[in-house]
């Protein structure tokens, strides 16, 4: 690994970050070459040092845990070109207070007491990698997460504890 690399120059041909790519470095800023497509797992994970990040526009995916431990990142704006985010994105960014996201969940499969396989929607997959099976509730309270804004430009105030049969989040 990289610790020390803070600063990097990518070719325009590169269209996609790989997995852990850029993990513990000490990198400020997204790299962006117009081309960047595609963020892979762990691309970004505990990169301490993201702080104010604009999110390219050329990016359309993010892989799980992308930007897991960033501790850095306060406030993020996800573009609408961003089309597919994958869980744990922001597992571990605790100090991150208000999300701009173009859509409104991810999807992830879960299944249930009984067995049965079903799809889960929820914006809570983006920061936490399991529920809690005791009691069906998502704990935020190690986060600073206080606003959510959707696609529709819905704000959502986020409490620390949500449960799946409160939907207001």
């Known amino acids: ?4 690399l803070s600063t990097v120059k990518i070719s325009k041909n590169l269209v996609s970050v790989g997995n852990a790519a850029y993990q513990k470095t ?3 800023e997204l790299p ?7 963020i892979g797992s762990d691309a970004f994970m505990d990169c301490k040092n993201l702080k ?11 892989g799980n845990g992308a930007f897991r431990n960033c501790t850095g990142i306060k406030e993020l704006v996800v573009p609408d070109t961003v089309t597919s985010i994958e869980p744990n994105v922001l597992n571990g960014c605790t100090n991150l207070e208000v999300l701009q ?3 409104a969940a991810g999807k992830k499969e879960m299944t249930d007491k009984d067995g049965a396989n079903d799809d ?11 529920w809690s099976p005791a009691n069906n509730t998502v704990d935020y309270s190690g986060y600073s997460i ?15 504890r949500i449960n799946e049969k409160d939907t207001s989040y």
């Open 26 to 28: 000490l990198i400020s």
């Open 146 to 160: 206080a606003k959510i804004i959707t696609a529709s430009w819905l704000n959502i105030q986020c409490r620390r």
């Open 32 to 38: 962006d070459n117009g081309n960047i497509t595609t």
């Open 101 to 103: 996201l173009p859509f």
């Open 120 to 130: 889960h929607w929820s914006v809570s997959d983006l920061f936490i990698e399991h």
């Open 1 to 4: 690994q990289c610790t020390s």
């Open 52 to 62: 104010n990040i604009s999110i390219p526009s050329s990016y359309t995916s993010f």
